[in-house]
């Protein structure tokens, strides 16, 4: 920068004029358009191109590995035997056959190791891994499963067949075509012949192990059945013998004569034995009524009585009939009354002598039926006896014979198994006709290196485009004035563009003659911007802060100084920031007492003050294993002594998040400039920050972007990147 020699008057006031901050902003709503769109490709070209190489790279190895294959296919039908499926009279009955079990017989260990063995596939290195010599994807891919495998399992041996079986299978294609009994075989190898040979030879080793399947289930088939028969004959002899032995033993009658002679007999002593029943009910009855009558007149009168007794009961009632009559007649003294009355007497005599017999008559009968009662009963349960043990003896035998019979049917039932096994072992177990055998194909399969090439050129554009989005998306720093616009009482103070790190670190090119373009433009800005807030004139004192360390704001209070000497402003840079100050090294006072000595009471103020050749004063920040602690009245010290020497003091402060300090320095300081870093601040810390700044002081802070990228700021869609459109670039010969 040029230091000017004629300092001008910075105490002469300036005409009333109504300032307005160079950069006063409005809310604008995001919109992305096309345009949008091609900016975020322009400033992110770099990183799309690295990600496309880098993926363009690792395709390109992927895709030169990759070797020509060919693939060869027969396609064939296997159905139900024919003679199975007319249902011969002297064939068994086979079971439906299932196409889909027989796609997995094709798969079967048994029929892989066969085809390996007879084409010799573990003589290749395409299927044996053991013979390929390991590529460095290989052993990239083995050192990563290696590292994320817990378990050490051991490679197989040389010799093992294991890896060639699952590379065989990893080529070999076995499939139903849909619902019908058409089953497609393909098979896909380097070699051509190779593809063609293995679909054929597998077709061929099926057909072989499915009769030999068929044949050794028919033999251990038939072999079981015949001990099953052996068995089954024994348990039939037996259950014949059982039920014979029986018969014989328990005398079963087998004659239906006989058993009808038994029902028979049964049936006429039940009628007996009914009838015997009747003709004692009748003889009690009788006995009954003739013991219960006075009169042997009267008596038994409704029962049956021989007919003597009946004689003479008429002839009783006859004579007492005529004696009634001779009583009406005559009187009862009369001869004729007398001798009736004795012929009456004894009529009456007679008769109850005649009942009396009877009566003994009838109850030697009533013994007699009684008797002969005990004896058909007797008999009665003998038959009953002899029937009921007749047929627990039947049902006995006929259980004998069930079971005998049960046994026989089993052993029917095995004989026709039997007889079936020897029709299917006659007959073929499936008939499969070669709808299209494999031939051997001339061309390979799939795309050639060049279709996957701009396959994966495309694809790398797309997620290297995508990541770009996704970065740019999730990007939350500062960049423009248009992000914090919303933020109240803050003064946008312009951009300062990046120097390159030699400038940075060179003092001579800070307080040389040499201009450093768009950078002291910037500088002036700032300085224009806290002239504008400070009702046109320069305040006092200055605190340059920010959020966190590293954003430059001690660059950026050392450019202010320098500007400020360079015009002829008496200034004081105070390096505030008594923990991590660095801003000596711009200026190499060489003192040994700053401010924390002064602090701390070791030094005076006069002595901690470096007076630089530029015209700055300048304070270091001393020791800062002191870390003593600002106080307000110290501050104000320095801002008075600068007040009286009729300077300018800029504080360089320390971050606000990192030290509470800062806020009792921006409390005393006329003004405050926060400076933000370009793409590296994010907007909730600045937000953050100010909002404490704004609690320290209820004043406008000025805000400055710091190390701006001037070629990729221009490729934004913000309003402000017309600052750095390429003729203004060109007009200050900028270089980053």
């Not at 002191?626 to 106080?631: A, I, P, T, V």
């Not at 300090?661 to 994010?682: F, G, P, Y």
């Not at 320290?696 to 190390?707: E, K, S, W």
Request: proline fraction near 4%; include cysteine.
């Amino acid at each position: 920068m040029t230091i000017s020699t004629f300092p001008p008057d910075r105490n002469v006031p300036l005409p009333a004029v109504h300032y307005e901050p160079r950069f006063q902003t409005e809310m604008k709503s995001e919109e992305f358009d096309l345009t949008s769109g091609l900016r975020l490709l322009r400033r992110r070209l770099v990183m799309i191109v690295a990600l496309m190489v880098v993926l363009m790279a690792a395709s390109i190895v992927l895709i030169s590995g990759l070797r020509p294959s060919y693939h060869a296919g027969s396609r064939l039908m296997i159905h139900k035997p024919l003679a199975t499926a007319l249902n011969s009279g002297d064939a068994g009955g086979n079971a439906p056959l299932n196409v889909t079990s027989e796609t997995e017989r094709l798969l079967s260990r048994s029929v892989a190791e066969r085809v390996i063995r007879d084409l010799r596939l573990d003589e290749r290195p395409e299927f044996n891994p053991a013979l390929r010599q390991a590529s460095v994807v290989d052993e990239i891919r083995a050192t990563l499963r290696a590292l994320m495998s817990s378990d050490q399992s051991s490679q197989p041996a040389a010799d093992s067949v294991e890896p060639v079986i699952q590379a065989y299978y990893k080529a070999l294609s076995v499939w139903r075509d849909g619902q019908s009994d058409v089953v497609q075989v393909g098979f896909t190898a380097g070699d051509p012949q190779l593809a063609a040979a293995v679909p054929n030879r597998l077709i061929s080793i099926y057909l072989e192990e499915r009769k030999d399947s068929i044949r050794a289930s028919l033999d251990t088939a038939q072999a079981w059945i015949g001990q099953r028969i052996a068995e089954q004959q024994d348990r039939a002899k037996a259950a014949r013998d059982a039920a014979d032995t029986y018969q014989q033993t328990a005398g079963v009658v087998q004659n239906d004569d006989d058993q009808s002679e038994q029902i028979k007999a049964i049936v006429e002593l039940s009628d007996r034995q009914t009838k015997i029943g009747q003709s004692r009910a009748d003889i009690k009855d009788t006995i009954a009524a003739l013991e219960a009558a006075d009169d042997p007149s009267l008596a038994a009168q409704t029962k049956a009585v021989p007919d003597s007794i009946g004689v003479m009961q008429a002839d009783l009632r006859t004579q007492q009939q005529d004696l009634a009559r001779l009583l009406d007649i005559y009187g009862s003294d009369a001869p004729a009354v007398v001798d009736l009355r004795a012929k009456i007497d004894k009529s009456r005599a007679d008769l109850s002598t005649a009942v009396d017999r009877y009566l003994q008559s009838m109850r030697a009968r009533l013994t007699a039926l009684d008797d002969e009662d005990r004896t058909v009963r007797s008999a009665l349960t003998a038959a009953y006896e002899q029937r009921s043990r007749s047929s627990l003896a039947q049902t006995e035998l006929t259980r004998l014979q069930r079971i005998a019979d049960k046994e026989q049917t089993a052993l029917d039932k095995l004989e026709e198994q039997r007889r079936s096994l020897v029709g299917q072992a006659m007959l073929p177990g499936a008939e499969l006709e070669v709808l299209s055998p494999a031939a051997v194909p001339l061309t390979p399969q799939g795309r050639s290196r060049l279709f996957y090439l701009i396959g994966a050129f495309f694809a790398s554009i797309s997620v290297a485009v995508t990541a770009a989005f996704v970065v740019e998306m999730m990007d939350r720093t500062v960049r423009s004035f248009d992000q914090i616009a919303g933020i109240a009482r803050i003064v946008p103070a312009g951009f300062v563009p990046h120097l390159r790190r030699k400038d940075r670190r060179d003092p001579s090119r800070l307080f040389g003659q040499t201009q450093i373009g768009m950078f002291d433009e910037a500088i002036r800005t700032i300085m224009i911007s806290l002239k504008q807030t400070n009702g046109g004139k320069l305040p006092n004192s200055i605190a340059v802060t920010s959020a966190h360390s590293g954003e430059g704001k001690s660059l950026v209070a050392g450019s202010l100084a320098i500007e400020l000497a360079a015009n002829g402003t008496p200034v004081l840079l105070v390096d505030s920031d008594i923990r991590r100050g660095r801003l000596d090294t711009l200026f190499r006072s060489g003192l040994t007492q700053g401010l924390n000595e002064f602090l701390s009471g070791q030094a005076a103020l006069q002595d901690i003050v470096h007076h630089h050749p530029s015209g700055i004063d300048f304070i270091p920040a001393g020791n800062p294993g002191l870390q003593r602690r600002m106080r307000s009245a110290d501050l104000a010290e320095i801002i008075e002594m600068a007040r009286a020497r009729g300077q300018i003091v800029i504080f360089d402060s320390a971050p606000v998040l990192a030290s509470a300090d800062t806020m009792h320095l921006t409390a005393l300081a006329e003004r405050t400039l926060m400076v933000v870093q370009w793409a590296k601040t994010s907007r909730r810390a600045a937000e953050f920050c100010l909002q404490q700044l704004r609690s320290a002081r209820n004043a406008d802070i000025v805000v400055t972007i710091n190390n701006v990228k001037p070629k990729r700021h221009a490729k934004y869609s913000f309003r402000d990147s017309e600052l750095y459109a390429r003729s203004l670039m060109k007009y200050h010969d900028f270089k980053t």
